[in-house]
């Protein structure tokens, strides 16, 4: 009993000095693993305008507007859940996933992501990324 | 009759009561702890704590003052059915117990005798230990007076475990009692000189941290505060500033606790003397050792809420009834019978 009492002392101080499991968000990022599901991408010149993403969404995130003489998809990121299916679901492998996933917007309306915003890249990663490895078996998930 | 002092002990008296062991003392302490409570738990549990409010680069050092800056401009709400009177006294109450015992404690001593205290009597342990009793009933008064039922629940709760634990408390100081044969906290620092209350007492010191923990209610003994059972205990419904004086009401006691212990168990002040801040003030060396026992007191007390599991009521009772006061006892027995021994090592010759 007593040492049941004393043992935990060593290892809450073994464990205050071990790296934190958690990052400091803003600054440091968890590099996203792969099939990371995050904002939808299009890419204009493979979209051969089939309408199938906006019949498949189940959310009615996509919306057909006219785009250069074109009707091309437009993305509601405030009404996207993220679910794959119109990734899934293209004919011309025109639609994909990124890691992005910061949507925030001061307006409603900034959230709907015309044709043009939508087939921007995403952003690139920041510059400190950090990696998620099983290393402590005992533990489970700990950073590299 | 008023003593007429002179102009330097006029300022020395204001230097105690506004600056070390007086206003500012628990306030600072109360700051640094609570920093320190949140960081160091977040890293025993790998995560990162506080991180950006303050001067350091990512250390959340101002943190606590956002958060009482940000609890003062809260709206007070009193309950409609709550006893106005008691509800809003309460909080001032717990606040100014809670750091009335630090003016008892003898902090260092002076160079031309005495000892920097505010208020020097010859039987300061006995004026904590009143002190402390008076605890329990502003707690039960706040969860009677707010008139719901889970600061009712909490305050039953913590007048359970506050009795409980006074009695191990009590019996533990008086085998120091027997030992220093006095109950001046400054006395009882000058017989430790030789040889600290610690070896001599190792189990009377064990029962009075476990106890001490209890009395304030940290983690593993949290039964009147438990998050898990009654939202806060006692005081759920207090918001704002009310809150804000509740919870440094709580460090103010972690304050005095760690002072008392310190006195009574690590002989105070007392350890070799340091050249660099003797050159200073001959004061400020004892201090010194002082607020390094208290760090060490502190950080064990503050552990607890990181690395053990919470007890339950019948459990947290059933230590402090039939495994802390036996221990005092036993404790006290042995004081007594070897006191051949200690005799000539605690009180000269």
């Known amino acids: 009993m007593v040492v049941d009492i004393i043992r935990p002392?060593?290892?809450?101080?073994?464990?205050?000095?071990?790296r934190t499991f958690t990052v400091k968000h803003p600054f440091v990022r968890l590099k996203p693993t792969d099939r990371y599901r995050g904002r939808v991408v299009l890419n204009?010149?493979?979209?051969?305008?089939?309408?199938?993403?906006?019949?498949?969404?189940?959310?009615?995130?996509?919306?057909?507007?006219?785009?250069?003489?074109?009707?091309?998809?437009?993305?509601?990121?405030?009404?996207?859940?993220?679910?794959?299916?119109?990734?899934?679901?293209?004919?011309?492998?025109?639609?994909?996933?990124?890691?992005?996933?910061e949507f925030s917007e001061y307006t409603r309306k900034g959230l709907i992501h015309t044709p043009d915003r939508f087939s921007q890249p995403p952003k690139p990663i920041a510059e400190k990324t950090v990696t998620v490895k099983i290393l402590d078996k005992k533990r489970g998930v700990a950073h590299k | 009759m008023i003593p007429i002092l002179s102009f330097s002990e006029f300022i020395e008296l204001i230097l105690k009561v506004l600056i070390f062991p007086g206003l500012a003392f628990p306030l600072l302490f109360a700051m640094i702890v609570i920093w320190f409570e949140r960081k160091f738990l977040a890293r025993i549990m790998l995560r990162i704590g506080p991180l950006h409010v303050g001067p350091l680069n990512r250390t959340g050092l101002f943190q606590p003052i956002a958060d009482f800056l940000k609890l003062i401009q809260k709206e007070i709400i009193v309950p409609d059915n709550a006893y106005k009177f008691l509800y809003n006294i309460a909080p001032i109450m717990a606040?100014?117990?809670?750091?009335?015992?630090?003016?008892?404690?003898?902090?260092?001593?002076?160079?031309?005798?005495?000892?920097?205290?505010?208020?020097?009597?010859?039987?300061?342990?006995?004026?904590?230990?009143?002190?402390?009793?008076?605890?329990?009933?502003?707690?039960?008064?706040?969860?009677?007076?707010?008139?719901?039922?889970?600061?009712?629940?909490?305050?039953?709760?913590?007048?359970?475990?506050?009795?409980?634990?006074?009695?191990?408390?009590?019996?533990?100081?008086?085998?120091?009692?027997i030992m220093s044969g006095t109950f001046d906290l400054a006395k009882i620092v000058e017989t430790q000189s030789s040889i600290w209350f610690i070896i001599l007492q190792p189990i009377g010191f064990i029962v009075i941290l476990i106890a001490m923990m209890a009395e304030l209610s940290r983690r593993p003994f949290d039964i009147p505060l438990a998050e898990q059972e009654v939202v806060f205990g006692w005081p759920t419904e207090y918001t704002g500033t009310q809150f804000a004086l509740v919870m440094v009401s709580e460090y103010f006691d972690l304050c005095a606790v760690t002072s008392l212990i310190t006195v009574l168990f690590l002989g105070g002040w007392s350890g070799p003397v340091i050249p660099l801040l003797n050159d200073i003030s001959p004061i400020l060396s004892g201090v010194f050792w002082f607020f390094l026992k208290m760090a060490i007191l502190t950080v064990i007390i503050i552990m607890g809420r990181g690395i053990y599991p919470r007890l339950r009521i019948d459990q947290l009772l059933d230590t402090g009834w039939t495994l802390l006061i036996p221990l005092a006892i036993i404790q006290i027995i042995i004081t007594l019978l070897t006191a051949q021994w200690w005799l000539p090592l605690v009180r000269g010759a």
């Open chain 1, 9 to 18: 002392f060593f290892l809450g101080f073994y464990h205050a000095f071990k």
């Open chain 2, 95 to 177: 606040s100014i117990v809670a750091s009335m015992s630090v003016a008892f404690i003898p902090y260092a001593p002076k160079p031309d005798g005495g000892y920097w205290m505010i208020y020097y009597t010859p039987l300061s342990l006995l004026v904590i230990l009143a002190i402390f009793t008076a605890r329990p009933f502003i707690m039960v008064g706040a969860g009677w007076a707010s008139n719901s039922k889970y600061c009712t629940i909490g305050a039953l709760r913590a007048a359970l475990q506050l009795l409980a634990y006074e009695v191990p408390i009590t019996l533990s100081l008086a085998s120091i009692v």
């Open chain 1, 44 to 101: 204009i010149d493979r979209c051969i305008s089939c309408r199938s993403c906006v019949n498949v969404c189940p959310n009615k995130a996509l919306e057909m507007v006219k785009f250069e003489k074109k009707l091309i998809p437009q993305y509601d990121a405030g009404r996207c859940c993220l679910c794959n299916l119109c990734v899934e679901i293209c004919p011309a492998i025109a639609l994909s996933m990124s890691y992005e996933v």
